[in-house]
């Protein structure tokens, strides 16, 4: 061993017991352990409501460096469906951790997914490891508890730098407020529009930008979000819409009627999004659809769609709640397909719906003394007032043994946000700002 390697040899034993010691903590050093880039990994999940497992297909260095925080490394929030777990490979210690939803998620609730056999792609994107580390893909017990559903070795030693996609476009920064680190980045991707559609593509791009920071508790946080447009244009304009035979061979395969409900846009091409956004810092994403059409969707930090029309304004905010605050719909739908979203016997895993099996769990604490259980619904309110904090029977799509916050919220009727949807996002936009 020559000398030089030998103090190389001794630093890098002083980094891992500095790291080590950090992460017993429950903090992990960033600069011990990751460099300013960004991995991203891709992979299938397939199955049905009796069986699923996850497939790795590829790892992927992006042209950006790691926009998430550098201090929240280990997600502090739980909820959604899935989580990934960077572990160190020779300690095993937790480095960095993100929960997740995906649409497989929902399509195992629908009478389909019982018992057709579905494959959906998904990606991850985590900080850029100095040493080999093991991803864990991790879905949760009947318990609520994680379990590691894959486990893949990735050494960054003799990888070429940046492994990115050639298709990727470079972004436009439409609302800055400061350096990607700091700050929440929301990218934004236009889907479904034409070559003729160029004028009014950058016009829609500078309107869904406003929309993201237009109402609170968002508009408050102004300086902590930037928001990025990436300005793809495909072969046709316009948006599939199966429920009424509309096809078009979109960049994301996009379409309306997802899961047979017509209103319900969603995107398939998870690899293809990220390829057209390897040079874009993105924390969270939201497909802009070219589409006069009412619809949208959206998955805890998964993605968040909406169609570009006059509803926008609402639609983008209520699916930013999902994607960005993985809260729930607070209003009760018949006609939805999904059989068993929300287990009446455990509390759901969103802030904002509670089964009172576990109240103190949710917003127990932040109720007026003496509020009745259930609480009778406010009448008369102003469109968008939400009426006073309580425990309101009905929310998650049914009427009964589901309660909400508040008799209305941007996420039952694009009223504001209740104060508890409006706490969730607070917390999650300070793991970005902080
Ligand atoms: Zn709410």
């Keep these: 061993m020559t000398y ?4 190389y040899s001794a630093m890098l ?36 409501s009796h069986w699923q497992r996850t497939e790795p297909v590829r790892f992927a260095r992006k042209a950006t460096g790691w926009s998430g925080s550098r201090t929240v490394l280990l997600d502090p929030i739980d909820n959604g469906d899935y989580r990934v777990v960077v572990e160190d490979s020779v300690s095993g210690l937790p480095l960095y951790s993100r929960c997740y939803s995906s649409l497989f998620g929902e399509y195992v609730a629908t009478a389909q997914g019982r018992d057709s056999v579905a494959r959906f792609e998904e990606v991850v994107l985590l900080p850029y490891p100095r040493r080999a580390v093991y991803v864990c893909l991790q879905r949760r017990d009947a318990d609520g508890r994680f379990f590691n559903s894959s486990r893949t070795l990735y050494s960054p030693i003799g990888r070429s730098l940046h492994q990115g996609s050639r298709v990727a476009m470079r972004p436009q920064l439409l609302l800055g407020s400061g350096e990607v680190a700091s700050k929440m980045d929301v990218a934004i991707v236009a889907e479904g529009y034409g070559k003729a559609d160029s004028t009014k593509l950058q016009h829609d791009l500078q ?15 102004r300086a902590d979000i930037n928001v990025w447009g990436v300005a793809a244009m495909g072969a046709e304009s316009g948006i599939s819409d199966p429920c009424n035979g509309v096809e078009v061979a979109s960049a ?21 999004l990220h390829d057209l956004l390897d040079s874009t810092p993105a924390d969270h994403i939201i497909i802009m659809a070219n589409s006069p059409t009412y619809g949208g ?17 609402w639609i983008l905010p209520h699916e930013l709640g999902h994607s960005i605050g993985g809260l729930a719909d607070e209003y009760v739908d018949d006609d939805l397909t999904y059989s068993e979203l929300y287990d009446r016997t455990r509390e759901p895993l969103a802030p904002n719906l509670t089964t009172l099996v576990d109240f103190a ?21 102003e469109r968008r007032e939400t009426g006073a904090l309580g425990v309101y029977e009905g929310g998650g799509y049914v009427a009964r043994g589901v309660y909400r916050p508040t008799t209305q919220c941007m996420m039952r009727n694009y009223a504001r946000f209740c104060p508890v949807c409006t706490k969730r996002l607070h917390e999650v936009i300070d793991c970005y700002a902080r």
Excluded at 258 to 270: I, S
């Design 4 to 7: 030089r390697r030998m103090i």
């Design 13 to 48: 034993f002083a980094m891992v017991l500095m790291g080590s010691r950090a992460a017993g903590q429950g903090e992990v050093q960033f600069d011990v352990w990751f460099e300013d880039g960004t991995l991203r990994m891709d992979y299938y999940r397939m199955g049905n």
């Design 207 to 221: 309107h869904f930008a406003a929309h993201v920071v237009e109402r609170e508790p968002f508009a408050s946080r």
């Design 252 to 272: 994301l395969g996009s379409s309306y009627c997802t899961f047979g409900n017509d209103r319900y846009l969603m995107a398939t091409h998870l690899f293809r």
């Design 297 to 313: 969707g959206a998955i805890y930090n998964f993605y968040a769609m909406s169609a570009v029309q006059t509803m926008s304004g």
């Design 361 to 381: 769990r949710k917003w127990q604490q932040m109720l007026p003394p003496d509020t009745p259980i259930p609480t009778p619904p406010q009448q008369g309110l």
